[in-house]
């Protein structure tokens, strides 16, 4: 069977870059404080238009009233010092260990450009 390599890295693309957004679409916009989806957002018309005497953009109005419905707590929210840390020391242990343990260093079957790629193992 024959793919075309477009369709491949299109598909590929679509996955990387679209299923991050979903995943923040769905935490974002639908909670546990507001439920889902956020009410505003059932009147996307009254959403974008700020009170009489309000000096703020339609814009400016929207983010500050979904901020507020679904209890955003702001940039310093998405960071979890305690999951940057463990992985960061994950990443160190491993890389210390690399560098450790003793390994012999092994050709694999032959490429078709007729190299071979050299793997580390460090067990017998």
């Not at 814009?59 to 901020?67: I, Y």
């Amino acid at each position: 069977m024959h793919f075309n390599a477009d369709r491949n890295s299109i598909g590929a693309t679509l996955i990387s870059v679209g299923l991050p957004i979903g995943c923040y679409a769905f935490a974002f916009l639908c909670n546990d404080v507001s439920g889902c989806p956020a009410p505003s957002l059932l009147s996307p018309t009254t959403l974008f238009t700020p009170p009489a005497l309000s000096t703020r953009s339609g814009t400016q109005h929207a983010l500050e009233t979904l901020k507020a419905e679904v209890g955003w707590p702001g940039v310093a929210g998405l960071i979890n010092t305690e999951a940057v840390v463990g992985t960061l020391v994950w990443y160190g242990l491993s890389l210390l260990l690399y560098v450790l343990l003793p390994a012999s260093e092994v050709e694999g079957v032959e490429l078709r450009s007729g190299g071979r790629l050299k793997y580390r193992f460090n067990g017998k």
